[in-house]
């Protein structure tokens, strides 16, 4: 259902918590574009309020969010919620087309408008 130049944003699913996210998945899809700088989820960097991320998400032609370490407590600052402005995106301009296991596709509402 994919094009070759589409985009792809790989995250966590509570992307309040960027505290992992599977970028081998980029790889096993290596005709979309990846719609994030940030290939590598970390705290404090790209969960502020400022970092972009939720510009990145919105450029993304297709999600795939992993909940699997949703839930996770480390004994660090992993743990706290930052941002709540991608999971916003997520909400108003996404609708989850699929399930497998911990990992949810989730396609566009309607085609991207040029900006």
């Known amino acids: 259902m994919t094009r ?8 966590p699913y509570d992307l ?4 992992y996210n599977d970028t081998f ?3 096993m899809l290596p005709k979309l574009l990846p719609s994030t700088y940030y290939l590598e989820m970390s ?3 790209t969960n502020r309020s400022d970092s972009g991320l939720d510009r990145d998400v919105a450029r993304a032609d297709y ?6 370490l949703d839930e996770c407590t480390e004994p660090n600052a992993s ?3 930052g941002s709540d402005a991608p999971a ?3 909400q ?4 989850e087309a699929a399930k497998f296991g911990s990992w949810h596709l989730f396609i566009r509402r309607a085609p991207k408008v040029a900006k």
């Open 92 to 95: 108003n301009e996404f609708i």
């Open 43 to 45: 705290r404090g960097t």
């Open 88 to 90: 916003k995106v997520v």
């Open 25 to 27: 998945i980029y790889y």
């Open 79 to 81: 743990w706290l919620y």
């Open 4 to 11: 070759a130049g589409q985009s792809l944003f790989v995250g």
């Open 63 to 68: 999600l795939i969010l992993d909940q699997r």
């Open 16 to 19: 309040r918590r960027t505290n």
